[in-house]
């Protein structure tokens, strides 16, 4: 008997090819970037509408945006490959050979995979790193005006002199929030807030005033990027990048396995869908790849090995990883739990090393 039992969060983002030799990026006049930038769900340039951002860091930590880095690669041969992630996330069984600062972004758990660059012999490969976008675009400045133009403005000075005092070093509360950066105000702001509630306390006998808590609410929104990731891309050393990648062949054994397995376990525990999918899963890896999917059309244009376009197919038809009514939304009564518990993170790292290794199987 199957048991519901709270969800596991989603920790796998579809995989994702664009390549610098297509017509949709080369000639964009002929093709918007703003139909690619939606295909991809990220941004590419420096004025997209969207929010979530793609920057190359060059090897001195210098940045560029992803379309200024593009442009300076012209050959139509050139091709580039996101293969999203994430990575899989034990630090006890990730590549301690990585340099900090590559396996962290490899172990990193969210966001894009590998990226690679490649024209003719030449190899650039880039990791990720996510950027958390700022929770609030604040100046220091405009705090102090905001809260000097509320009703109690002499009682926030003092509460705020109070709460900064051991960094205010002789300063005012006015000249320390001008020098503050961006960044620097976000912990700022969170300390403020709550200052309401001596300052401003409402209930209990206190009046509202609804055009203040208006006022207040609309200031302290939050930005409207700050839901969103953007990305990093920094560059990968060769031998780095060997470690990153396995080969199609070893991936496609391993998924095959990892798909039987967890069949069998559907199928014994009288779970006929899933049991069905699982096959149906296993069948890729032999069809003749069909031009059904986005994923899948690009990769048959340009010319990927069909074992590895087999190997995409059917991780893609793997993901089986999500909200209610996927694969990892069951329960079940010990000890099948521990048997679901395991075969299920095994196809996962499965599934998440065959994207990688069929995506990438023609830039290697």
Known sequence: MVHHRPMRPIDFCTSLLVTTGNRALR???QVPWDDIEEFMSIGLRQDSRSYSRVTMLDERGGRLSFREWLEARASPEARLWFARGPWETNPEE??????????EAFLGGGGMGLLLFTQGQRVERFMPGEVRPRLYEISGKQLWEFLQGRKQA?????????????????????AFLESRTLDDMQEIIQRTMPLSVEVEPVGDGHEVEPEETVRWNTFFSPAPGSSSLSFEYFPVGPGDAVLTERDVSSCQAGLASALEAVRRFAEQQGLKYWSKHFRRCLLRLSLEPQPLEDLIELLLLHRLPRPAIQLVNAALASDVFGGMGSWNDLGFPEPEAKQYEELSNRLLLAMKAALRAGINASAL
């Open 154 to 174: 002499k009682a926030w000075e003092e509460a705020l002199t109070r709460e900064l005092a051991p960094e205010l070093e002789g300063r005012s509360v006015r």
């Open 94 to 103: 990730g590549p301690k050979e990585l340099p900090i600062h590559i396996r």
């Open 27 to 29: 000639q964009p006049n």
